[in-house]
Nanobody, 115 residues
Framework: QVQLVESGGDLVQAGGSLRLSCAAS????????MGWYRQAPGKQRELVATIISGDMTTYKDSVKGRFTMSRDNAKNTVFLQMNSLKPEDTAVYYCRLRQNGADYWGQGTQVTVSS
């Protein structure tokens, strides 16, 4: 019923930038929260950023000042602008929608940052 599709992952050199997109479709309620997570090989999945109604955002400490999450409600899309990328940012990045206590996940997009 709810589908999330991430895009924008790529191979980039350290110091470069990428913008990830997550397009949501289906039964999306106006009051929801969305988040970006990432999971590197051999590591646990971690929360990177969240955004709620009113465009209030929170960030993992290690990305604060480098990453920015935003919404385009007309397009049911959220973004993650990633600047000053570091090799440790390498991971599969996942989009999550949370509404009515239920979570929905995208399939992920690979971000690889070379030294």
């Amino acid at each position: 019923q709810v589908q999330l599709v991430e895009s924008g992952g790529d191979l980039v050199q350290a110091g470069g930038s990428l913008r990830l997109s997550c397009a949501a479709s289906g039964s999306i309620f106006s009051d929801n929260a969305m988040g970006w997570y990432r999971q590197a090989p051999g590591k646990q999945r971690e929360l990177v950023a969240t955004i709620i109604s009113g465009d209030m955002t929170t960030y993992k400490d290690s990305v604060k000042g480098r990453f920015t999450m935003s919404r385009d409600n007309a397009k049911n899309t959220v973004f993650l602008q990633m600047n000053s990328l570091k090799p440790e940012d390498t991971a599969v990045y996942y989009c999550r929608l949370r509404q009515n206590g239920a979570d929905y996940w995208g399939q992920g997009t690979q971000v690889t940052v070379s030294s």
